[in-house]
């Protein structure tokens, strides 16, 4: 069974980090891009940042460019998101997934995680 499992959530003061990691079982990530997803409370889940298969190219929504980093090890066969800086409108339950394709990464991609909740509060 295909499974993605998302970790590291938890709860941060403003301009705390975290460190997600997206990890799965029943395939292997290292040929598939992966993409970060967030849906706050009462809002439409928002593409956040991508992956491609090899690492070699990332994007970022406006809203994290600068504070947030994506990488990989595919040797763990897991990905990371790097979160800096962070605001209590981060606050959310983020997902990660995977597709073969990165241009479908943060369209439709294939394959999703339950989430892991991520609240930014004092």
């Known amino acids: 069974q295909l499974q993605l499992v998302e970790s590291g959530g938890g709860l941060v003061q403003p301009g705390g980090s975290l460190r997600l990691s997206c990890t799965a079982s029943g395939f292997t990530l290292d040929l598939h891009a992966i993409g970060w997803f967030r849906q706050a409370p009462g809002k439409e889940r928002e593409g956040v940042s991508c992956?491609?298969?090899?690492?070699?190219?990332?994007n970022y929504a406006d809203s994290v460019k600068g504070r947030f980093t994506i990488s990989r090890d595919n040797a763990k066969n897991t990905v990371y998101l790097q979160m800096n800086s962070l605001k209590p409108e981060d606050t959310a339950v983020y997902y990660c997934a995977a597709d073969p394709f990165y241009s479908n990464c943060l369209s439709e991609p294939k394959y999703w995680g339950k989430g892991t909740l991520v609240t930014v509060s004092s």
């Open positions: 992956i491609s298969s090899s690492g070699g190219s990332t």
